[in-house]
């Protein structure tokens, strides 16, 4: 019996060491860093709603031409960020070209703000360690 209270105690204890450092999260789906491709779609929606192609040539115009999707990576994303709520799709008045046009949903500001939020804190803590500066040597 005191060999089974011993192994509780350091079960505890082990569990305690691990336990002490984790940081409750309000909310868990807030943790999962965005890719880059939906950061940018969410981006390029931040502002007012937008076609397919104006998002496509928006991230390119954002990214200074560094990024340009394909259509089958942004159409992909559009649909699961349709199916999560994060963007809603709506007819545009002009129906002469029968475009959808999509518009980010309180959900998915509130993502965008997140992950905007994150990345800031990373980049706080890689200012702070001057990351990136490397001391001459000689």
Known sequence: MHNLKLLDDHLWLAQYDVMRHVVPQL?????????????????????KS???????KGIEALTNG???LSTGTLY?????????KWIERFEQDDKSREKQAYKLT???RRQLQLELSRMNELLQVAS?????RHKKIG
Not at 27 to 47: K, R, W
Not at 50 to 56: C, F, I
Request: net charge positive.
């Open 128 to 132: 702070m360690r001057h990351v990136g």
């Open 50 to 56: 937008r076609h397919g192609y104006a998002v496509l």
């Open 27 to 47: 909310d868990a789906c807030a943790t999962i860093p965005l890719t880059e491709p939906v950061l940018l779609i969410l981006m390029g929606l931040s502002d």
């Open 106 to 108: 309180p959900a998915g």
């Open 66 to 68: 560094r990024v340009r």
């Open 76 to 84: 992909g994303a559009l649909r699961r960020l349709s199916r999560d």
